[in-house]
């Protein structure tokens, strides 16, 4: 039988060949909950009365979406993980150790043709990694963490060959922001995505991530890439587990096709209230706003705050934004400030905000007001995400938010090409 | 079931589960009955008051997109509605509220308005719209759900199977 990545993935984990629209119980490698999730997982898992993990090395669990904590609601749930986390011997990322999703790619606990779960919606990101990786509740979760298995509906793939040279402040965030748009939010609903196409070979990991990422706004199950060797060199740098690389064969069936030439793209904009509201930014350059956001699970690496420090170096944020830069990870915020890139920002007017989700679920770190507008480089703006229903949020790349800051309206960053070659 | 109708009247398709239940919410409210008191809020503010127990919540395409929250069908149990009842749901939601014991209803939408008065028979696959007149086949639902629906959701199929069983 000739497969797709996802249905490979899943038949060496369920020890049986698949085909998508098979049901099956397969093994998991990893699984992890956040602080959104983790105290419903608690909860389920106990109401299961296994008394411990099936295996507490394959899990984790990630104090990052609301960290630290702002009120008592929030740290009584952060209380609860740490001793859960204590009293079963598993490791917890605490406050300061930045997003799950970025943690998981960088510390080296996956390698490819794994099957990862998670309790957060975006754990579909490791999906560059040739993993098979997707978000789940909570009790999904505790079942996986009490019997390391779950059951798991074979889905269909559909495969996106991506294909041109992108221009200069054109980037991965704005390719899959042109993806979203005509998939629109439910065009993968309950599919896999297979990226590929000489766009994607070209594509750092850091692109890579923020693409996989965003699957899920098209309701994919995972967006997967193939393991070059860029995926390799990344994951033998980090691993202990040798990677069971994972291609599809060639006459595997697709549900769907869909080419995109991505060499005269315009950087791209999500508007509110949708993430499959996208315009060319010409569209809405313009528009006037009070906060830019970069970081995220999307686009906080250490890649997306050099393109801002680029951008900003010498200049200043306009009077009227407020800059916020959310590192994805402690690694992350090390490595941008070695190399100068938190002192570019700092100088320029922006507040860096400790390693994690920052603003984006909207606890914390940059609620905005009644009418005030957001540009942000995270992966949602329906209304409501940043904590208030009557604020608006545009989503786009650290180029357009960076670009965006320093003007006080929604930019073009193609006027930066030169900083940007 | 023979209860009442509910539409959210501006968003007709991709309900996602922040619009279910915010953020802000969901972390600091673990009472599920707490919690429901805010469902909808940020896109209806009122809609919560007009549902009763056993009410039917109507929607479009894909309800339930977005954020993995189990809060989300966890407060939508809690507010006592019978069902959702729409054309289609995006997958993590379908499984946290399958796992949960909350009834999924999929088939068409389009001849349900808000007020409506529904009859669900899940043993026949029809849903009856007792405003117009009208029977609505169901989707059916896998051999799988139908098994942990039965036992009122996945802990109570988990604890009373020892475990996933067969090749599912």
Not at chain 1, 223 to 243: C, M, N, Q, T, Y
């Amino acid at each position: 039988m000739k497969q797709t990545i996802a249905e490979k993935i899943l038949s060496a984990h369920a020890g049986r060949e698949l085909k998508a629209g098979d049901t099956a119980i397969c093994d998991v490698d990893f699984c992890l909950g956040q602080d959104g999730t983790s105290s419903l997982i608690i909860e389920s898992f106990e109401k299961l009365g296994t008394s411990k993990p099936h295996n507490a090395s394959k899990f984790a669990m990630f104090i990052d979406h609301s960290a630290p904590s702002p009120n008592v609601g929030t740290s009584t749930i952060h209380k609860l993980m740490r001793s859960f986390a204590r009293k079963h011997s598993f490791k917890i990322y605490d406050v300061g150790c930045g997003i799950c999703h970025q943690l998981m790619v960088e510390d080296g606990a996956l390698t490819c043709g794994d099957l990862v779960l998670g309790a957060d919606s975006h754990t579909c990101t490791y999906g560059a990694l040739n993993i098979f990786s997707t978000g789940v509740g909570s009790t999904d979760l505790a079942i996986t963490l009490a019997s390391g298995k779950n059951w798991f509906r074979v889905p269909e793939t559909i495969k996106i060959i991506v294909s041109g040279k992108l221009a200069p402040g054109v980037y991965a965030k704005d390719v899959i922001l042109r993806i979203i748009k005509d998939m629109t939010s439910q065009g993968a609903n309950y599919k896999a995505l297979e990226y590929g196409g000489n766009t994607v070979d070209r594509l750092t990991l850091s692109g890579r991530f923020t693409m996989a990422n965003m699957s899920v706004e098209m309701g994919a199950k995972c967006g997967i890439f193939e393991a070059d060797k860029k995926v390799l060199d990344w994951i033998k740098a980090r691993s202990k587990s040798k990677p069971r690389q994972v291609t599809a064969d060639e006459k595997a069936v697709y549900t769907d096709v869909k080419e995109y030439d991505v060499s005269s793209l315009s950087p791209q904009v999500s508007m509110p209230h949708e993430v499959d509201n996208v315009a060319p930014v010409e569209e809405v350059a313009g528009t006037p706003i009070d906060e830019a956001f970069i970081g995220t699970c999307t686009n906080g690496r250490t890649e997306d705050l050099a393109v801002a420090a680029k951008i900003l170096k010498n200049k200043k944020v306009h009077p009227g934004v407020k800059l916020l830069i959310g590192p994805a990870s402690k690694q992350v915020f090390l490595e941008a400030a070695k190399k100068g890139y938190i002192d570019v920002l700092v100088k320029a007017g922006a507040a860096v905000l400790g390693p994690g989700c920052g603003p984006c679920v909207g606890t914390h770190n940059g609620v905005l007001a009644d009418g005030e507008k957001a540009i942000s480089t995270a992966n949602r703006n329906f209304q409501g995400r940043m904590g208030n229903p009557s604020a608006e949020i545009f989503l786009a790349s650290p180029a357009t938010v960076a670009c965006s800051a320093i003007e006080g309206k929604i930019s073009d960053p193609r006027a930066f090409s030169k900083r940007l070659k | 079931m023979k209860n009442m109708a509910h539409r959210l009247l501006k968003i007709r398709n991709n309900v996602n589960t922040d619009y279910i239940i915010s953020g802000r919410y969901k972390f600091r409210i673990r009472d599920p009955k707490e919690l429901a008191k805010h469902l909808f809020e940020d896109i209806e503010k009122d809609f919560i008051k007009k549902l009763k127990k056993g009410d039917f919540l109507v929607s479009g395409e894909n309800f339930g997109c977005g954020s993995s929250r189990e809060q989300a069908p966890q407060a939508l149990k809690a507010a006592g509605i019978a069902a959702v009842v729409a054309k289609s749901f995006a997958r993590i939601f379908y499984r946290n509220a399958l796992n949960l014991g909350l009834c999924l209803v999929e088939c068409n939408t389009n001849y349900i308005d808000d007020g409506d008065e529904l009859e669900l028979d899940l043993g026949a696959n029809v849903l009856k719209n007792k405003s117009k007149g009208l029977n609505i086949t169901l989707k059916p639902v896998s051999p799988l759900a139908q098994m942990v629906l039965a036992e009122g959701g996945m802990i109570e199929y988990f604890k009373k199977h020892g475990g996933l069983i067969g090749g599912a």
